[in-house]
């Protein structure tokens, strides 16, 4: 274990890890590269094409070249930690969103056992937990979102599952609102990402599962009222 000796970045954590993102080119993996290298932490970005990695480099992230839905040992080897914040996207079909945003997430999940990791957060969805809370049109992607969700909380690892509204591309505000259902509202890519890095090291916020949007809570103190 090793241990920052500097002077902390305000909000950060004084625990060094090694953490993976899966799904670091996407908005919200961005932001995560960028906050956890902020932070004083070493941030894996996986990502799928070659033309990807100078992005994850720019942010200050080390490229890791993979596929979710295929071998990824030899990305989560040595990691302290795994987030997976990856999907098929909005304009593919719900085939593809049970290939990456379910299988692909149980994949994941099965080489961070295997390699004998124990922290992993999951990027979910508002609703996932209940899809019955959404109309036809989003429904297969929040029964994927569950399904993978409902695997990640029958292992023994030290998860956290966050579940937040609409994505927005606003400036963070460090305040959110989270509950095992919370009302449907919109919250910041960047307040997410803040979160799931706050969680990583909230041991209140291990094997929970929880909806956020924002509010007017710091989030490290949000964490520590999860129930």
């Known amino acids: 274990m090793y241990y920052k000796v500097d002077k902390q970045i305000e909000g950060s ?44 480099e720019s942010l200050g992230g080390i490229p890791v070249l993979a596929d979710v839905t295929k071998d990824v040992g030899h990305g989560v080897k040595g990691m302290d930690a795994v987030i997976f914040a990856a999907g098929s996207g909005s304009s593919t079909g719900p085939e593809e969103t049970v290939r990456v945003d379910q299988e692909g997430a149980i994949n994941l999940i099965k080489h961070t056992e295997e390699f004998g990791m124990t922290k992993f957060v999951m990027l979910s969805s ?5 899809p019955s809370r959404v ?32 994505l927005t591309d606003g400036d963070s505000t460090s305040k959110i609102t989270v509950g095992d259902t919370v009302d449907f509202g919109e919250i910041p890519r960047a307040d997410v990402a803040k979160t799931i890095i706050a969680a990583l090291q909230e041991p209140n916020a291990f094997h929970k599962a929880f909806e956020v949007i924002s509010g007017d809570t710091q989030i490290e103190e949000a964490l520590k009222t999860l129930r």
């Open 13 to 56: 954590f004084d625990q060094f890890m090694k953490v993976l993102v899966a799904g670091a080119n996407g908005k919200t993996g961005r932001l995560l590269i960028q906050y956890l290298k902020e932070d004083g932490h070493e941030p894996y970005g996986m990502v799928r094409k070659e033309e990807q990695k100078g992005t994850i």
């Open 126 to 130: 508002i609703a996932a937990g209940d």
């Open 135 to 166: 109309g036809e049109d989003m429904r297969h992607y929040m029964e994927a979102k569950g399904k993978a969700d409902e695997y990640l909380q029958s292992t023994e690892l030290d998860y956290t599952i966050v579940r937040p509204g609409g």
